[in-house]
């Protein structure tokens, strides 16, 4: 796709979903979208490979829960992959300070190629285990946000990404459709491990009928020392 494309195609998206885009950021996303192609052949990254399909399911949806970040802020993206919601966040709210956490070596290495192309900065990718993270003075309680995007059901996110954030700070799940259940089950490991649903946001994708919801968890209490347990468990063994 060549820029002017690009450019058309994402204003007509942010447009619809009411975030504005400067030039600079524009051509970041697009240059982004270059090198997730052109690592994509050499490490798997992402199946989404048309260039509309990378705007709406991942520049769109990852833009979808900036409204929910204060200015300013510290924020922890758990799982983070090809850099999804974390990097397409920073290109928009530069005033955000991040850290991309990832279990793959492969990618954390996609990931510094990027932050170094697009000239990001106050933006960190760190190999590492989620629960390990959790456990460690640097991080735990630290962030004013953590996000996730389809990393766990929520019972295991929430021991995951509540370690990390400050009393009064939010946990952002970003899901699928039809979470009533998953919210349902996770009931008693919000409360364990100090938090309160927020709110659950439904809402379609753009251009799409692919249908999004966005969990939100508020920090009430300072997270009991037992959690996150060592890394493995909280997959294997939900809080239930």
Known sequence: MEYKDFKMFLVKHTDKIQITIEENQIKQLYNYMQLLLLWNEKIN??????????????????????PYINK???????????????????????????????S??????????????????????????????????????????????????????????????????????????????????????IKILGSVLEKVESFTLVDTDIGRNIIVLKKAQNTPNQYPRKAGTPSKQPIS
């Open 45 to 66: 990254l992402t199946a989404i490979t048309e260039p509309k399909d990378i705007i709406i399911k991942h520049f769109i949806d990852s833009f979808t829960i900036a």
């Open 72 to 102: 300013n802020s510290k924020l922890i993206d758990i799982g983070t992959g090809a850099g999804f919601p974390g990097i397409p966040l920073k290109i928009i709210r530069p005033d955000i300070t991040i850290i991309l956490v990832d």
């Open 104 to 189: 793959l070596n492969k990618r954390i290495n996609f990931l510094e190629e990027v932050i170094k192309t697009l000239e990001l900065t106050n933006i960190t990718p760190i190999h590492g285990r989620i629960e390990e993270l959790g456990k460690n003075k640097q991080f735990r309680e630290k962030f004013d946000y953590a996000t996730s995007r389809a990393v766990a059901n929520l019972a295991v996110l929430s021991e995951y990404m509540v370690p990390l954030i400050k009393i009064g700070g939010k946990a952002i799940c970003m899901k699928g459709p039809n979470v009533e259940e998953e919210v349902q089950n996770a009931k008693k490991a």
